[in-house]
């Protein structure tokens, strides 16, 4: 009897064993199909109308006059596709470049509430004001920086409120203003993620689009770079994997600590990520950012990455604390776009050296633009590992330099900017 008893027993716990596999499985393959669903309605068309009808401001630098037209803008694009549920975040803005002035900015933030967990936020955003080296008061289009970037809110808004789906977490869609003068003020990002900080909002995750619109490529055939932070590699790791499995991009693991919209929620504690293009554009801060040089496809398979990894980790728990095996011992050499950039007088470059190689001599050089080197970072012996040098331009005069790493094999060599 007590081995019936023992034999029952051992098939009602593997049936449940079963029911639970089974219904964790249903469950993945349901959220799986909800994303599907949701990204799919990312339309390039629309995304189109979005960054054409801001490069037709012709500027939205922030310290230009129509700079309310813009906000106004896009919020009556966010009441069009039907939130209801759209602030204006209005902040006074401190800044030194050009002149040394204070200005009224508006974040626009457009939410849609959650049904179960109302307080936990999950934010998806980038800056809408554009800069360009000459006259930006009048003529800065900024089609990739950041037109492109503004349209991943308003466009995986439009997709999810189209594909009928009431988020159990509170998401946020947020285009901010006064990005592109952080180096010499304020910025709408600061502002929202100090105050965000000081009220105790539960943000679980903020995710970045800043450039996303430029490739050389087909877009089958285009990758797009997955920007971390410290602490929340993991997040990295989740972006990947939701980029191969939604889009048809390939991502790729970018840099550490970029400074943009994403830096200050990092900086007060909030997971972040950051979707940029791979192939940077040769357009950036000139007068001929214009739409004619993008492909809104490939913005859309972007567009559908971030929104996918959004609604993927809402749907999950992933961690968040940093893994420091896969830190200290990476698979790959790398040479990262230095932090902040534009910089005055500093900034960070990092790198890393790969584990099957056991690090070896490095050599970190900077140069000006003739090719002349102006100073070496690093000239020695360093084990495998992920590192972060800081180089300071106060001796030198504005312009564009180079930095070269060579490690072993590995060589590369990035592009920064000093703006003084």
């Known amino acids: 009897m007590k081995k019936l008893l023992l034999l029952f027993s051992c098939v009602i716990l593997f049936a449940l064993s079963d029911i639970r596999t089974q219904s964790q499985t249903e469950s993945q393959f349901d959220n799986d199909s909800l994303i599907t669903a949701i ?24 310290l230009a006059p129509n700079r309310f037209s813009v906000a106004d803008w896009i919020e009556n694009r966010f009441h069009q596709i039907g939130i209801t549920d759209v602030e204006r975040d209005s902040f006074m803005c401190h800044t030194n470049y ?5 200005t009224l900015q508006i974040n626009i933030v457009a939410t849609i509430p959650g049904t179960t967990r109302p307080d936990e936020v999950y934010i998806i955003g980038g800056h809408y004001d554009s800069f360009a080296y000459g006259s930006p008061l009048t003529n800065a289009p900024g089609a990739d920086d950041n037109a492109s970037g ?14 009928g789906y ?3 977490a509170t998401i946020k869609f947020i285009t901010f203003a006064a990005e592109e003068l952080m180096l010499f003020g304020d910025a709408g990002c600061e502002h929202y993620a100090q105050q965000a900080s000081i009220s105790g909002m539960n943000i679980k995750l903020m995710i970045n689009c800043d450039m996303i619109s430029h490739t050389n490529n087909t877009v089958g055939e285009s990758s797009v770079r997955i920007n971390y932070y410290s602490g929340f590699l ?12 939604f889009s048809i991009i390939t991502p790729l693991s970018g840099s550490i600590n970029q400074y943009s919209d994403s830096y200050p929620f990092f900086e007060e504690g909030f997971a972040a990520v950051y979707f940029e293009e791979d192939d940077f554009s040769p357009y950036y801060h000139t007068t001929d950012d214009i739409i004619s040089h993008y492909n809104m ?20 728990n992933a961690p968040t604390g940093i893994d420091e ?18 910089f005055n007088p500093n900034t960070k470059i990092e790198f890393r050296l790969a584990s099957a190689s056991g690090g070896g001599f490095v050599n970190l050089t900077v140069h000006d633009i003739l090719g002349n080197e102006v100073v070496t970072l690093v000239n020695e012996d360093k084990p495998s590992g992920e590192y972060v040098v800081e180089f300071d331009g106060s001796n030198l005069p504005s312009g564009i330099y180079f930095y070269r790493l060579q490690a072993g094999a590995f060589s590369e060599t990035r592009k920064m900017i000093l703006l003084k």
Do not use: H, W
């Not at 993991?234 to 499995?245: F, G, M, V």
């Open 98 to 102: 050009m002149v040394d002035t204070t």
């Open 234 to 245: 993991p997040i990295r790791d989740l972006a990947i994997s939701a980029t191969e499995q």
């Open 325 to 342: 095996d896969e830190i200290t011992q990476p698979s790959y050499s790398g040479l990262f776009q230095n932090y902040p950039n534009p």
């Open 297 to 316: 496809d490939y913005c859309g398979e972007v567009i559908k990455s971030a929104g996918a990894t959004l609604i993927k980790y809402m749907f999950q």
């Open 166 to 168: 009431q988020p159990e």
């Open 39 to 62: 990204v799919s309605r990312v339309n390039p068309d629309s995304i189109r109308y979005i960054v054409q009808s801001l490069q037709d401001f012709q500027t939205r630098f922030l």
């Open 150 to 163: 503004s349209s991943a809110a308003l466009e995986f808004a439009r997709a999810l409120i189209e594909s």
